[in-house]
């Protein structure tokens, strides 16, 4: 094994035990975790924005808004009535890792939250690897990038639980199909859930709330 | 300075004696090489198809299609009419970098080639970080991307010489913002030219034709 390899083995490693012990702090607050992850400007924030304006009344979200440089997806959301959105500025780094969530976990009262969304850097690549004691990945992909990007960026899509289709609004604009992205998807993981919406015209909208909604009921027994 | 930072200096260094050697052997053989790089999805593959079917038979081209998974691209080039296509599957990483590219220029004969492409791996971040021995890198974004893209991934921007805004077909569907993105990207990086196409449509792309043919040209003396 060469020094290179052994340094990743080792960062990943405390990596994971920084997210174990994250996973059990949400696990014992009850609090729904979530990591949004996708290539940049395929709609994660403009997603988040309407799911804040059509539930902060009824659920407790909060948001850590992760971007390599600026503030500006935290800023859109505080605008769209967030209550607690945490900015977290990496600073050149290409993905959230559990350390970086843990600072700003710091300053959170997971107690008051039923729903806390993190935001991920806009890469299909790195943030594959690494876990930040999450409940699930979703990965958005926008119907503008192509429908072979499953394929190409494969464990995004296999570490993933729901895939959201996004901007359905540009269906017909170019040769993406909705049937290949969902066989290419399904292809790497049989299990992927998938919900197609558009953020402009509101479309799907409804189905991805209800969603987030039966992932938050208690399970009946 | 720590393990991990120690480990990734010396890679870089490393990476950095490796694409010094490579950029003198394209002196040597005066190929032009470009280090195309954007956002997975926004149309590298598709510009330089419509480069190779407009300028196959003046230019010599070569392609190195870089990919975290698939030769999808490879095989789209070969398609498109190149007869120097090498795939360059990364199997996970998340960028090329140049010692890579050396495995794949061990097979070329530079001599019959005037310019070559790099296209690297879908990624705003990771990429900027290596250099492959390029002339220049050229950035690529969609319209559909939103404008602010520039500002959240500021080193490919700052490290790039060319911005080719892509998809314009698609403006007016989204509040992205051909004056913005630019004045955007021109506040990172004041020098940087911009060109505006749609592979879709074919707009502009005379002008990167012969944005690339000037470039391309002995300079006068």
Known sequence: MNERIRVEKSILSENDKLASAARRQFLDRSVVVLNLVSSPGAGKTSLLEKTLQALRTEIRIGLI????????DAERLL???????????????CHLDARMVNT???G????????????NVGNLVCPSSFD???????????????????L???AMFRRSGLMVVNKTDLLGMSDFSMQRVIDNARSINPDLEVIATSCRTGAGLEVWFA????LLSPVEL
Do not use: H
Not at 65 to 72: I, L, M, P, S
Not at 79 to 93: Q, R
Not at 108 to 119: Q, S
Not at 134 to 150: C, F, H, Q, R, W
């Open 65 to 72: 808004a992760g971007d390599v440089q600026t503030e500006n």
């Open 79 to 93: 605008k769209a009535g967030g209550e607690s959105v945490w900015p977290l500025v990496t600073g050149g780094a």
């Open 104 to 106: 700003v976990l710091d």
């Open 108 to 119: 959170v009262d997971l107690g008051k939250l039923d729903l806390l969304f993190i935001e």
């Open 132 to 150: 930040l004691g999450e409940l699930m990945k979703v990965v958005l992909i926008s119907t503008a990038e192509g429908d072979d990007k499953p």
């Open 152 to 154: 190409k960026y494969p």
């Open 211 to 214: 969603w987030l909604k039966r």
